[in-house]
Structures are given as C-alpha cells and as structure tokens.
T-cell receptor, first 118, second 116 residues
C-alpha cells in the first residue's frame, strides 16, 4: 500500500520570496516521485521527477525537490516566487506493483494551491 | 506536438443523457488513464488501460464505461448521466518502458462536464 500527503492545501507567499510545498509519502516499494503543476483550465504538467538517482532533483521554471528517505519526504522548493507560479501543485508516488495486474501503481496527493501576493 | 487531445472541452448534459468523452494520444504510449477532478479531492482514477484490448477499474468506476479502441484512443462513456458526475475529466497516457513506475504521465487539458 502507498499514500501521499500534501501537508498544506493552500500556501501563500509574496512575489520574490521562497516557496516550500510539502509532500510526505509512504510506500512498500522503492518509489518514484513526481511533482506536477496545473494552471487554471489546463491539464497537469510535469515539473520534475525522482527515480532513485540523485536525491536533489531540478525541474523546470527554477523548481527543485529533495528526496529524503529517512523522512519519507519530497518537498518542492523555489528560491524566488514569480506571479506565473500561481497554480495547483500535485505530488505523486509511483511504485512498481510486484503483485502485477489490477492497479496502476500511482497515488496522487490532493494538491496544494499556491497563491502569489504582489 | 499534439500530445494528449481531449474532446469536447466543455459539455452540459441533462440527467439521464448519455455521452462519450474522447481521448487520443500520438506518443505511441501503451498505458492510458481516465481521471476525474473535484474540488479538494485531487485526481481520482476512474479506469485505466495498460495496453490495447485491456481495461481495469480504478477508484471510482461506477457509472462509467471505457473502450480502448486502439493504441491511440481511449474513450469514456457515461450511459445515464447523474449530477454527481459533474466534474472535470482528464485523460492521460504513459510510456511503460523500460520501467512504468519511472515514467511520467502526459495529460490532456480536460473536459468540463456539467450535469443538470
């Protein structure tokens, strides 16, 4: 079994200040982890992914995330927020289902709405 | 690069009507998915298809049917629409080689469905 918890449903920051979006996961397998961004009236777009290589992962638009196995966390950060970062962000865990069949191995967090104050 | 294309973009139905949501991908992916997105609930999997000719139920399959017409197309059908099915529906696809779990999903822009 696996789960994903996005610890904040809403985060509000001022433009130019750091962004921290928190994600904790649990998985019985060695997971891959993803962050997606969803702008209004759009589908989800991949920001970055962790797949057991480097624990610090850099993504698009200046975002990065660090995989911490001991803390079962995969928090998303950005040094300086921009107005265009205002969106919904989803953390996703993906594990190879060793039992095979019946499940796609993907679990989504419920999302964090990022608000950027001018 | 079209990626994942969904049609229609918007639809309003009356209770009891039926309709089919269309999805096509041009990336030669084996796996395709249908999700619904409701406020505060994230994305919930309705059905997915690991390959052409196979489909499996997800978390919320009741009231829906799917067809994997070929490798490109995966449609979602509401046989008798209910107000509880008012939602935004997303289709996604994913490469499954070399390891499915390492591959990101690619999403369409969604179908916004209202049922009165």
């Amino acid at each position: 079994a696996q789960s994903v918890t996005q610890l904040d449903s809403h985060v509000s920051v001022s433009e130019g200040t750091p962004v921290l979006l928190r994600c904790n996961y649990s998985s019985s397998y060695s997971p891959s982890l993803f962050w997606y961004v969803q702008h209004p009236n759009k589908g989800l777009q991949l920001l970055l992914k962790y797949t057991s290589a480097a624990t610090l992962v850099k993504g698009i638009n200046g975002f990065e995330a660090e995989f911490k196995k001991s803390e079962t966390s995969f928090h998303l950060t950005k040094p300086s927020a921009h107005m265009s970062d205002a969106a919904e962000y989803f953390c996703v865990v993906s594990a190879q289902m060793l039992s095979g069949g019946g499940a796609d191995g993907l679990t989504f967090g419920k999302g964090t709405h990022l608000i950027i104050q001018p | 690069n079209a990626g994942v294309t969904q049609n229609p973009k918007f639809q309003v139905l009356k209770t009891g009507q039926s309709m089919t949501l269309q999805c096509a991908q041009d990336m030669n992916h084996n796996s395709m998915y249908w999700y619904r997105q409701d406020p505060g609930m994230g994305l919930r999997l309705i059905y997915y298809s690991a390959s052409e000719g196979t489909t499996d139920k997800g978390e919320v399959p009741n009231g829906y049917n799917v067809s994997r017409l070929n490798k490109r197309e995966f449609s979602l059908r509401l046989e008798s629409a209910a107000p509880s099915q008012t939602s935004v529906y997303f289709c996604a696809s994913r490469e499954d080689r070399p390891f499915p779990s390492n591959q990101p999903q690619h999403f369409g822009d969604g179908t916004r469905l209202s049922i009165l």
